[in-house]
Nanobody
């Protein structure tokens, strides 16, 4: 139920835009560092892209600064990643990750990571 679901990927020409969505009922109660976007290109390790924190502040990897905008609509249990001025280097599978505090059997609550299945973004030129 809390596993996030990504959508909005597709194929676009260089210079175009896409808006990705990450939806999960866990978003409105996530207190473990915010909501994160990652991406993984073919043959490359997964890299962190962006995050929106509990105080609504946004963070971005240098490669996307000035082009991507992350936002959240808690009422819709959704985090968005607006991607503008797309370039071929943005081609990757994009994943959303949330971390939810959950009780443990013998100790304090722990944050567990939940990953979506990803949405493919392909930028052509």
């Amino acid at each position: 139920q809390v596993q996030p679901v990504e959508s909005g990927g597709g194929s676009v020409q260089a210079g175009g835009s896409l808006r990705l969505s990450c939806t999960s009922p866990g978003i409105r109660r996530n207190t473990c560092g915010g909501v994160h976007w990652y991406r993984q290109a073919a043959g490359k390790p997964r890299e962190w892209v962006s995050a929106i924190r509990t105080d609504a502040s946004a963070e971005y990897t240098d490669a996307v600064k000035g082009r991507f905008i992350i936002s959240k609509d808690a009422a819709k249990d959704t985090v968005y990643l607006q991607m503008n001025s797309l370039i071929s280097e943005d081609t990757a599978m994009y994943f959303c990750k949330i971390s939810i505090p959950e009780p443990t059997r013998w100790g304090p609550p722990q944050c567990n990571d939940y990953w979506g299945q990803g949405t493919q973004v392909t930028v052509s030129s």
